[in-house]
């Protein structure tokens, strides 16, 4: 049996082994809630483990989903062209192109895309979030000016801000990078300023660095969810301190790491767990 298969049924068996405890405190619930003598404070203990249990699952469940997503994503054609002065001046994969080519893959293995749209005074926020059927979601926002290129009116202006955002939220979000992308100007908005393109350049940066890591960062979320801070780690361990601290950005701003994992990896435990794997690795 080869490692990938190895790794497909432990998941398998992990996953096999959360669901039996997740449905044993379910058992032990039912049976409290018939009984009139039965401690509430222990009651609302039992709740909030089985409520643990079921985010830790969903968790785990979408980081499996998630790693079979990405050998599946097609790679999508970039149709747009921009033109000046009749002349092709770069081609652009087109939101509805990107859409349609993944929207079945993400059925399949059960996740669905969602946008909120904020508006201020001179920008615009477009958050993605990307929930899957076991019920964990991830998002990543994108804040940009609004384009006041050209001679576009107020709606113009928020309309091409949307488009840019969706579509890049959407590419960071499955880690999707396409070459030579601007918005078309016939359909919604030229050229983004300067500090428009730079804060969609960091964002596809950091989507291709997530792209290149994806398998350990699935590895270290998985861990994690597990609350098994050894092995996440010793995964951790396999991505270089440079670009670590690149991947080190905060989930409001489009970082791959959610609050709560964060929060674990600067704990004592994830701490000592890595200094136990440095000082096994330095033998």
Same mark, same amino acid.
């Given at each position: 049996?080869?490692?990938?298969?190895?790794?497909?049924?432990?998941?398998?068996? =992990?996953?096999?082994? /959360?669901? #039996?405890?997740?449905?044993?405190? +379910? *058992?032990?619930?039912?049976?409290?809630?018939? @009984?009139?003598?039965?401690?509430?404070?222990?009651?609302?203990?039992?709740?909030?483990?089985?409520?643990?249990?079921?985010?830790?699952?969903?968790?785990?469940?979408?980081? =499996?989903?998630?790693? /079979?997503? #990405?050998?599946?994503?097609?790679? +999508? *054609?970039?149709?747009?062209?921009?033109?000046? @002065?009749?002349?092709?001046?770069?081609?652009?994969?087109?939101?509805?192109?990107?859409?349609?080519?993944?929207?079945?893959?993400?059925?399949?293995?059960?996740?669905?895309?969602?946008?909120?749209?904020?508006?201020?005074?001179?920008?615009?926020?477009?958050?993605?979030?990307?929930?899957?059927?076991?019920?964990?979601?991830?998002?990543?926002?994108?804040?940009?000016?609004?384009?006041?290129?050209?001679?576009?009116?107020?709606?113009?202006?928020?309309?091409?801000?949307?488009?840019?955002?969706?579509?890049?939220?959407?590419?960071?979000?499955?880690?999707?990078?396409?070459?030579?992308?601007?918005?078309?100007?016939?359909?919604?908005?030229?050229?983004?300023?300067?500090?428009?393109?730079?804060?969609?350049?960091?964002?596809?940066?950091?989507?291709?660095?997530?792209?290149?890591?994806?398998?350990?960062?699935?590895?270290?979320?998985?861990?994690?969810?597990?609350?098994?801070?050894?092995?996440?780690?010793?995964?951790?361990?396999?991505?270089?301190?440079?670009?670590?601290?690149?991947?080190?950005?905060?989930?409001?701003?489009?970082?791959?790491?959610?609050?709560?994992?964060?929060?674990?990896?600067?704990?004592?435990?994830?701490?000592?767990?890595?200094?136990?794997?440095?000082?096994?690795?330095?033998?």
């Amino acid at each position: 049996m080869n490692d990938l298969a190895v790794r497909e049924d432990n998941h398998q068996l =992990a996953d096999t082994g /959360q669901q #039996q405890t997740g449905n044993a405190i +379910i *058992s032990v619930i039912e049976r409290a809630a018939t @009984n009139p003598d039965v401690d509430i404070n222990k009651m609302e203990r039992l709740l909030d483990m089985q409520e643990r249990i079921m985010e830790r699952n969903a968790k785990s469940a979408f980081s =499996a989903a998630m790693a /079979q997503l #990405q050998g599946e994503l097609p790679t +999508i *054609s970039e149709k747009g062209e921009i033109k000046v @002065n009749g002349q092709v001046r770069s081609k652009y994969a087109r939101f509805e192109d990107i859409n349609e080519a993944v929207r079945p893959v993400m059925q399949k293995f059960g996740f669905a895309i969602s946008f909120r749209v904020k508006t201020g005074d001179s920008h615009i926020c477009v958050t993605g979030v990307l929930v899957h059927r076991e019920g964990h979601s991830e998002e990543t926002t994108i804040d940009l000016p609004a384009d006041i290129t050209g001679s576009k009116n107020t709606v113009q202006s928020v309309g091409s801000s949307v488009s840019y955002g969706k579509r890049y939220v959407l590419q960071a979000l499955l880690n999707i990078t396409t070459s030579g992308e601007d918005d078309d100007g016939n359909a919604g908005g030229a050229y983004p300023n300067d500090k428009a393109q730079a804060e969609i350049n960091a964002h596809l940066n950091y989507a291709a660095l997530v792209r290149d890591h994806f398998p350990t960062i699935a590895a270290i979320k998985s861990a994690l969810a597990d609350e098994d801070f050894s092995s996440a780690a010793e995964a951790m361990s396999e991505i270089s301190k440079v670009e670590q601290e690149r991947l080190w950005k905060a989930p409001s701003k489009g970082g791959i790491f959610t609050t709560e994992e964060r929060k674990q990896m600067k704990s004592d435990e994830f701490g000592a767990a890595m200094r136990e794997f440095l000082d096994r690795e330095a033998e």
